[in-house]
């Protein structure tokens, strides 16, 4: 059988005007087209599928069925439709959103619900990377868009800052460094150390940087996240690097003390990448857009 959906949605007009001239109308089809749809119909099913007399038509049993399923198709049809523009417009399906450490634990978290929230049916794959893994991934087309450090150097790709990401150094109450107001990362590379745990982006980068003054910190433990890093320094068991938007939140339950960080590497800013804005799904257009992205002018 070969029916179409533009023949199904005939039959059923017919069927419920009970008439094969006001079901072509409300078809919006001709009177000799659709007389002919309904002929074709039946010939491919090969049974009679409806009863025709002075008075219009009425179903047989086997146009009783076809009625009954023309009516699931249709609604499914329609139903398939709505879920289709549901991802066209980013209401449905799953993005794939990588972030450093800093923007996962600092600036998404508050972004993301309120937007999430209002799409029950779409879903976020975040995943944790360094600023320079998430812009080797953009550049080589392996991800749509990232949150990355102003640090890094996206040759080729567009950076848009939405937040300061300023990296603070904290201590415990009683630190030496307590009433400092400021440190440079080379004069603290010797102190025992709260870090965070193996293969954290932020923690990576900031072993890198370690690395380059060829230092290799020593850490007592290792945390999950901020908040135990600060409830750690809080008693006394070392100094961490951590975001101030962190050590701000924090600080207000742990005691410590927060001091900057003079290196340039410690002032920077949260950025969105991708490559070019028109090569972007809609979806990932509308979320960015609700980060503080925004498309170029012309």
């Not at 975040?126 to 991800?143: D, K, N, P």
């Not at 567009?158 to 603070?168: E, F, G, K, R, W």
């Not at 901020?226 to 951590?242: D, K, L, P, R, T």
């Not at 927060?258 to 969105?272: F, S, Y």
Request: charged letters at 20%; hydrophobic letters at 45%; a positive charge.
């Amino acid at each position: 059988m070969k029916f179409d959906l533009v023949d199904l949605r005939l039959f059923l007009c017919v069927v419920d005007a009970g008439s094969i001239t006001a079901g072509a109308r409300q078809a919006n089809l001709a009177l000799a087209s659709a007389s002919e749809r309904i002929s074709n119909i039946e010939s491919d099913a090969g049974v009679a599928l409806l009863e025709r007399s002075r008075r219009g038509v009425v179903t047989t049993e086997a146009g009783e069925a076809l009625a009954h399923h023309a009516r699931l198709i249709l609604r499914q049809h329609s139903l398939l439709q709505g879920e289709l523009r549901d991802f066209g417009d980013g209401a449905r399906g799953t993005l794939l959103l990588y972030a450093n450490t800093a923007a996962l634990t600092g600036l998404l978290p508050q972004k993301l619900a309120p937007w999430l929230a209002q799409r029950p049916r779409l879903n976020i794959d975040l995943r944790e990377r360094t600023s320079a893994e998430i812009v080797r991934m953009i550049g080589a087309g392996l991800a749509e868009a990232g949150v990355v450090s102003d640090a890094v150097n996206p040759t080729g790709l567009t950076i848009q800052p939405v937040a300061s990401d300023y990296l603070v150094l904290i201590v415990p109450v009683a630190h030496r460094l307590a009433e400092s107001k400021e440190v440079c990362f080379a004069d603290v590379t010797g102190e025992q150390f709260v870090g965070l745990e193996a293969g954290s982006a932020l923690q990576d980068h900031i072993d890198g940087h370690a690395a380059d003054l060829r230092k290799t910190l020593a850490f007592r433990i290792r945390m999950k996240n901020f908040e135990g890093s600060c409830q750690m320094v809080s008693q006394g068991v070392g100094v961490a690097i951590i975001p101030l938007a962190a050590a701000r939140r924090f600080g207000r339950r742990y005691p410590f003390k927060t001091l900057r960080i003079r290196d340039d590497w410690a002032r920077r800013k949260l950025c969105l990448c991708f490559q070019q804005w028109h090569t972007l799904s809609a979806p990932m257009q509308n979320l960015l857009t609700h980060l503080g992205g925004r498309a170029p002018t012309l």
